[in-house]
């Protein structure tokens, strides 16, 4: 499928991500549609950073994917749908375990559905690596046991099947993307690359991390984009799950050292508040990404020094968007 000229909904598509994705689908001459959460606040979130001239070819719509109307509407006319809206925080999860359940299971049925009535050409849906839990081998393919180790990793798993659900029971056009940690300018602090920066670029004191001995493949967020692309235009992925990742694995530890080093120098220690329970806490994730290299045709292309660099910079350019000294759920 060649996605030139379609007309494309992205659901979350003014989050972390679905920015970035945006921005491809723009520039590769596609009609972009977003379903952006309604705020009282006139804010277009993570688009904002876009050029101005991107942001003028997109259709935002607001309204909520666990309003089964909204989406309805929202799918009416499209022909690609690329599901990325979620509640994504694991510690949070732990906190409001039911929104979870609400967002990111009824919301992917209210796409799901959406895109059936609507005889959608094709639906992106979009996982996440946390649906493995602990790595039992490494690296990780798609047949990787499925082990919900959080309640957001369990809503996550839940929202997978009922995608496979569909394309089983009414041959739905769906591909799963599952990205591993995705990282790079836009990302809020909850998560753990742009914690450390901006601790870094605002304090000479350690750095707080929770446990710095888990490892995590880190993949930057324009080659994440390329791969829901590349799923989306690619026939032969109908009905299958492309695990999306660099193929290395890094300790938080490890990491927090290395963004010291490119912030300048530094230290970190590690904070109690800032650990997950220990069954919860996901040890390893690294990805094999040979069937999305041999179906899809794709691969990674920046490096983590690079993404990070590139992370830092914008973050020294924007840092009212980040409470260093708090720690946030």
Same mark, same amino acid.
């Given at each position: 499928m060649n996605l030139a000229g379609k007309r494309v909904l992205i659901t979350g598509g003014t989050g972390f991500i679905g920015s970035h994705l945006a921005e491809m689908l723009i520039e590769s001459g596609c009609q972009v549609r977003v379903l952006a959460n309604y705020k009282s606040m006139p804010s277009c979130g993570n688009l904002e950073h876009a050029d101005q001239y991107v942001r003028d070819e997109i259709e935002v719509v607001w309204g909520d994917v666990t309003d089964r109307d909204s989406v309805m509407n929202v799918v009416d006319g499209m022909s690609v749908v690329f599901h990325l809206s979620a509640l994504i925080g694991i510690p949070y999860s732990y906190i409001a375990p039911s929104s979870y359940v609400q967002t990111?299971?009824?919301?992917? *049925?209210?796409?799901?559905? !959406? #895109?059936?009535?609507?005889?959608?050409?094709?639906? &992106?849906?979009?996982?996440?690596?946390?649906?493995?839990?602990?790595?039992?081998?490494?690296?990780?393919?798609?047949?990787?046991?499925?082990?919900?180790?959080?309640?957001?990793?369990?809503?996550?798993?839940?929202?997978?099947? *009922?995608?496979?659900?569909? !394309? #089983?029971?009414?041959?739905?056009?769906?591909?799963? &993307?599952?990205?591993?940690?995705?990282?790079?300018?836009?990302?809020?602090?909850?998560?753990?690359?742009?914690?450390?920066?901006?601790?870094r670029i605002a304090s000479e004191d350690p750095v707080r991390i929770g446990d710095p001995s888990p490892r995590r493949d880190f993949t930057f967020v324009t080659d994440t984009a390329r791969g829901f692309i590349a799923a989306a235009q690619c026939d032969e992925a109908i009905g299958q799950t492309f695990n999306i990742g660099s193929g290395k694995s890094i300790s938080i530890g490890e990491l927090a050292d290395t963004i010291c080093e490119l912030t300048g120098g530094g230290s970190f220690i590690s904070e109690s508040q800032r650990i997950r329970p220990e069954k919860s806490e996901v040890n390893e994730l690294r990805c094999d990404s040979t069937l999305a290299q041999s179906v899809l045709g794709w691969s990674p292309l920046v490096t983590l020094t690079e993404g990070l660099t590139e992370t830092i910079e914008f973050m020294r350019k924007h840092t009212d968007m980040f409470a260093p000294l708090e720690y946030r759920v």
């Open positions: 990111n299971i009824v919301g992917t *049925l209210n796409v799901l559905q !959406a #895109c059936r009535a609507h005889s959608v050409e094709r639906m &992106v849906h979009t996982s996440t690596s946390e649906t493995f839990g602990s790595a039992q081998y490494t690296p990780m393919d798609e047949k990787h046991p499925l082990v919900g180790q959080s309640p957001y990793s369990a809503t996550k798993l839940g929202a997978d099947k *009922l995608a496979e659900s569909f !394309a #089983c029971s009414f041959e739905m056009p769906v591909v799963t &993307v599952r990205p591993f940690n995705v990282f790079g300018p836009r990302q809020s602090d909850r998560a753990i690359i742009p914690t450390i920066i901006a601790q």
